[in-house]
């Protein structure tokens, strides 16, 4: 059992790293404000070569795998868990094509998607419930020659604006039994729109709120995998990206709660000495340690799990133990942490009450804290 990175592990974490630190940190309190996405941050991801970092090499990409991936996204959150979230529902947003599309399709997009052309995103929740995104869909597709034309509103959707590509999951046969099948839609496509923005605690600058198609035409040959599949589709995406980047963006937030806290703990002085002397605050800052550790053994494994190929029935309870362990982690860290910093905690220069508002946005994200549970339930009781 080796638990050290690759060298071209080490090197991909120490450029996210550089270019989270140096490049994209400074626009992080200007984002805040606004709550709008950099217009130049997928530029950035592009020309250090992370928007492609699993597509094929043959079509532009570098091909690094998931756990690549992973540590991009954790590099990325450690400094805004908003753009990290941003830019792992990117990666599950064309994950799809990668694994499931046809050979036409991956020559459609693939080379734009690794050339930060195509920004991508994912669309099967809809108001009727996302812990169940089947039992009330209403998106439907209607076959019309060489043609398919999509109805139906899709929300929560994160890169809703910023993506000018997605997937998208709609009925395309309702009796006797409702089939499910998963199209690759791109914004010129007629039909294809941007609804209501959410307006969030958290994730200030994510994109996030409805995709509307309006008898939006999408070829025939866009189809993924094949019609009455949308949902194996999807739930790639989702399980092979979604949780596992959100268990990511959880490894950030931690990181970055434990490193304020650490700061601030060394530089504070109360009774003749700097905080960091209290036993109270040295036990605080033990507990976000293990966690941050904890976490990130549940969440490697997934990943290199699922860069082993591990089929999706086994795969989806380690990465449902890691989106919720990480999750869970990512709000008592960046609770305790607040709690370190007393007065100073709640004071938004400082940062760490925006950590611990982004954390709880994590717990709903690609699957409830309580789906995750059933779905590592499952691993034994139904097994």
Not at 28 to 43: G, Q
Not at 351 to 362: C, G, Q, S, T
Not at 364 to 369: E, F, I, R, V, Y
């Amino acid at each position: 059992m080796n638990f050290e990175f690759t060298a071209e592990q080490e090197l991909l974490k120490k450029a996210a790293r550089e270019v989270a630190e140096e490049v994209i940190a400074p626009r992080v309190e200007e984002m805040e404000k606004t709550k709008e996405l950099p217009e130049d941050f997928y530029p950035i991801m592009a020309e250090a070569g992370f928007t492609g970092i699993l597509v094929p090499e043959e079509y532009g990409g570098s091909n690094l795998g998931t756990l690549a991936a992973i540590l991009v996204v954790e590099e990325i959150s450690r400094v805004s868990a908003a753009l990290g979230t941003s830019f792992q529902v990117h990666c599950l947003g064309y994950l799809p094509l990668v694994r499931l599309g046809s050979p036409e399709l991956k020559a459609k997009y693939l080379p734009g998607v690794a050339a930060g052309q195509y920004i991508a995103t994912g669309a099967i929740t809809e108001a009727s419930g996302g812990s169940d995104p089947t039992g009330g869909m209403t998106t439907t597709a209607v076959r019309d020659g060489d043609d398919w034309i999509i109805n139906g509103r899709k929300c929560f959707i994160s890169n809703n604006k910023t993506a000018n590509c997605t997937w998208v999951t709609a009925v395309t046969k309702d009796q006797p039994k409702k089939e499910f099948t998963t199209f690759f839609v791109d914004k010129s496509m007629e039909g294809y729109k941007t609804g209501r923005m959410e307006s969030k605690a958290g994730f200030h600058g994510l994109d996030n709120g409805d995709l509307i198609f309006q008898n939006c035409r999408v070829p025939h040959s866009n189809i993924i995998l094949g019609e009455g599949k949308g949902i194996t589709v999807a739930m790639t995406s989702i399980g092979r990206m979604g949780r596992m980047g959100m268990a990511a963006v959880g490894l950030g937030v931690i990181k970055a709660s434990l490193d304020a806290a650490v700061k601030f703990a060394n530089e504070r002085v109360l009774y003749g000495k700097p905080i960091a002397h209290l036993q109270a605050v040295q036990f605080k800052i033990a507990e976000m340690t293990y966690l941050l550790e904890a976490s990130r053994l549940l969440v490697y494994r997934a990943a290199w799990m699922t860069d082993q190929n591990v089929p999706d029935k086994e795969l989806a309870p380690y990465v449902a133990m890691a989106k919720l362990y990480a999750t869970d982690a990512a709000i008592k860290a960046s609770d305790l942490a607040v709690e370190i910093l007393g007065g100073y905690g709640v004071v938004e220069e400082y940062h760490v009450e925006r950590y611990l508002r982004d954390a709880r946005m994590i717990w709903a994200a690609a699957g409830t804290g309580d789906i995750m549970k059933l779905t590592v339930a499952r691993m034994h009781l139904n097994g």
